[in-house]
């Protein structure tokens, strides 16, 4: 957690987040590594039966409650709309043959995401059933090999985590300096030292 938090605070003193672009790519390429990794083990564990690991029994509460949890489980996994209304604002601000194009590369690269994920949480439910499903599908697989392939899908996490706090870090940068140049428009000093107070506060929270 040091070793994330100093990687943080480097990433985080490049004012503007189009110098690190390439960072938004590779976050994005470990998401589906790891994905990946997991849903081949997931498909390896379910191969042995045609039903699967068995759900077990509950309940109909039980079971009512478990669905309204998973719901909320999709909706904190699934938030990447509130980067995708600003690409969408972006989009409209375009000549009409570039918004075109943009919007058809969002609406393939939403569905394509909404598939890939809704197809790991269904093989990973079907690995474990409804008892035993880890929260990190992951840490299902912690006593099996091959240990090797675990160990790359996590550290394929650690750098889609590098990637995400930068993502959202930025954000909340430039929100707080444009505040502070409005508020002290002839005062470089003062945008300065807010940007090392929120690296400074988000480095001792990591």
């Not at 009512?64 to 996994?77: E, G, H, P, T």
């Not at 394509?112 to 994920?117: A, D, E, G, L």
């Amino acid at each position: 957690m040091i070793i994330f938090g100093i990687i943080q605070i480097i990433f985080s003193q490049i004012p503007d987040f189009d110098q690190i672009w390439w960072l938004s790519i590779v976050a994005a390429v470990m998401s589906f590594v790891y994905s990946f990794i997991g849903l081949i083990l997931s498909i390896i564990q379910v191969v042995g039966s045609l039903t699967g690991i068995s759900v077990g029994s509950i309940t109909r509460t039980q079971k009512i409650w478990r669905i309204l949890r998973s719901l909320k489980d999709i909706a904190f996994a699934y938030s990447h709309p509130i980067i995708l209304v600003e690409i969408q604002a972006t989009i409209n601000a375009l000549p009409l043959s570039e918004a075109k194009v943009m919007k058809k590369a969002t609406f393939f690269s939403v569905a394509v995401i909404t598939f890939f994920y809704i197809v790991c949480g269904c093989m990973g439910y079907a690995a474990f059933g409804g008892d035993s499903m880890p929260g990190n599908l992951l840490t299902g697989f912690g006593f099996y090999n091959p240990f090797w392939l675990l160990d790359i899908a996590n550290a394929a996490i650690v750098i889609h985590m590098i990637g995400a706090c930068q993502v959202f870090c930025h954000q909340l940068f430039a929100f707080i300096e444009k505040w502070v140049n409005g508020a002290w428009p002839n005062s470089t000093c003062v945008a300065t030292v807010a940007r090392g107070a929120i690296k400074k506060l988000l480095s001792n929270c990591l």
